[in-house]
Nanobody, 126 residues
Framework: QVQLVESGGGLAQAGGSLRLSCAAS????????MGWFRQAPGKERGFVAA???????????NYADSVKGRFTISRDNAKNTLYLQMNSLKPEDTAVYYC????????????????WGQGTQVTVSS
């Protein structure tokens, strides 16, 4: 089993920055795909960004159009932690952010995840 725990959410002003973390524990896999998703009030959960790693290499997937150029996904292998650096935040970035993982390499970055974290709230004030 895989456990994912997000942290780093909070309140930020428009134009500010936050960095989300997702610590993974439990079973380890040689190949994994991990992503960030978000759900705003009254809206469906949507894809934000994702990456895969396999054979010691990291492969970066697409970003949602709404966050391109502002958000950056990364991973620290030694800490088994996924990050989402969020810059130039906008009020419309307000949402619960979720980390997700699937225990294999995949170029399908936006769907079919097996494991989810509990989410962390991000609120951006104007």
């Amino acid at each position: 089993q895989v456990q994912l725990v997000e942290s780093g959410g909070g309140l930020a002003q428009a134009g500010g920055s936050l960095r989300l973390s997702c610590a993974a524990s439990g079973r380890t896999f040689s190949s994994v795909t991990m992503g960030w998703f978000r759900q705003a009030p009254g809206k469906e959960r949507g894809f934000v960004a994702a990456l895969s790693w396999s054979g010691g290499s990291t492969y970066y997937g697409n970003y949602a159009d709404s966050v391109k150029g502002r958000f950056t996904i990364s991973r620290d292998n030694a800490k088994n932690t996924l990050y989402l650096q969020m810059n130039s935040l906008k009020p419309e970035d307000t949402a619960v952010y979720y980390c997700a993982a699937k225990p294999y390499y995949s170029e399908n970055y936006s769907t079919a995840y097996d494991h989810w974290g509990q989410g962390t709230q991000v609120t951006v004030s104007s």
